[in-house]
């Protein structure tokens, strides 16, 4: 049935770049809004970036406006998230969510999809 499935994780310097993309199946995915979280060791899963179904709007965390940017290929059913000025607060496994659109996502509220993970490191 519904997937999503990320990928595009590792390990990265402080101050380095990082790709991920987020690949949807199963569900018609030109009416879902899409959204990044991400969770790190110790800590409760937290919204990074949002957009929606269309492409035409996006939210963001404070803590990564201006590094992080959020975007999708509905002909491909791809979400990605482009990660500049890496930091080690970063450090976090990058989830991948997709609810039903009626309004962008910017919390966990009425999730109807997650992905399994996929981890970045920001480290020397």
């Known amino acids: 049935q519904a997937q999503l499935v990320e990928s595009g994780g590792g390990l990265v310097p402080p101050g380095g770049s990082l790709r991920l993309s987020c690949a949807a199946s199963g569900f018609p995915f030109d009416n879902y809004a899409i959204a990044w979280f991400r969770q790190a060791p110790g800590k409760e899963r937290e919204f990074v970036a949002g957009i929606s179904q269309s492409g035409g709007g996006s939210d963001y965390a404070d803590s990564v406006k201006g590094r992080f940017t959020i975007s999708r290929d509905n002909s491909k059913n791809t979400v990605y998230l482009q990660m500049n000025s890496l930091k080690p607060e970063d450090t976090a496994v990058y989830y991948c969510?997709?609810?039903?659109?009626?309004?962008?996502?910017?919390?966990?509220?009425?999730?109807?999809?997650w992905g399994k993970g996929t981890l970045v490191t920001v480290s020397s």
């Open positions: 969510a997709a609810r039903f659109a009626y309004s962008r996502i910017t919390s966990r509220n009425g999730i109807d999809y």
